[in-house]
């Protein structure tokens, strides 16, 4: 199993700031999802960061508002850019083991944007 | 893009009844897992189901994979305050390593 640091938990931001959240893993992997679940919802995947290239981005969602790095195996950091009040969710990074034959994830960061 | 539809989206059950929770998707699915968060929690992996026709359990909880690989369950006997909490099927979307999740199942139990 993988362990999973994530951080910030929660925070409260203002509209048009920006917020990074970082993801910290115990041992070294190829890929790391991040995922948003709004209040109430199911996960939507944000965005695949492989190390040594660039995310890949889902449908709905770009590197200019949501800019992901990654620079080695253990850590990743999601930035939610230019905040509006809509960004207001719960962001969970992930891991796979080896054969992605099971997702582990991070406690998530609440955020809030007024 | 696939998708995997769950039903019910909510459903409150008195202790000790049983709980069904069902995923379907108009493609085959190469395989199909589970996850159960509880509030205020992440998700956290229960099972993952390969096989046409698979059945799998762990304590009160049966999963099954439908012999078409098309749809799965997870049945809870005799629910428990302990089983409260959202529980989300999982398939990988076509022949990559995307990961999407269904619209989950709440449950909650009176006791």
């Known amino acids: 199993s993988a362990v999973i640091s994530q951080k910030p938990s929660r925070d409260i931001c203002q509209r048009g700031t920006s917020l990074t959240i970082q993801c910290q893993v115990d041992?070294?992997?190829?890929?790391m999802f991040w995922y948003r679940q709004q209040p109430g919802q199911s996960l939507t995947l944000i965005a695949t960061a492989n190390q040594g290239s660039e995310a890949t981005y889902e449908s709905g969602f770009v590197i200019d508002k949501f800019p992901i790095s990654r620079p080695n195996l253990t850590f990743s950091t999601l930035t939610v850019s230019n905040m509006s009040p809509e960004d207001s969710s719960i962001y969970l990074c992930s891991v796979g083991d080896r054969g992605l034959e099971k997702l582990f994830f991070g406690s998530g960061t609440q955020l809030s944007v007024l | 893009g696939q998708q995997v539809m769950q039903i019910p989206q909510y459903q409150h059950v008195q202790e000790g009844e049983d709980f069904t929770t069902y995923c379907n998707s108009s493609?085959?699915?190469?395989?199909i897992q589970w996850y159960k968060q509880r509030p205020g929690g992440h998700p956290v992996f229960l099972i993952q189901?390969?096989?046409?026709?698979e059945v799998k359990k762990q304590k009160r909880l049966t999963f099954q994979f439908g012999e078409a690989k098309k749809n799965s369950s997870l049945h809870i006997t005799a629910t428990q305050t302990t089983d409260v909490g959202t529980y989300f099927c999982a398939a990988y979307r076509g022949y990559g390593n995307k990961l999407v999740f269904g619209a989950g199942t709440i449950l909650r139990v009176k006791s």
């Open positions: 493609t085959t699915l190469s395989n």
């Open positions: 189901l390969v096989k046409s026709g």
């Open positions: 041992s070294q992997v190829t890929m």
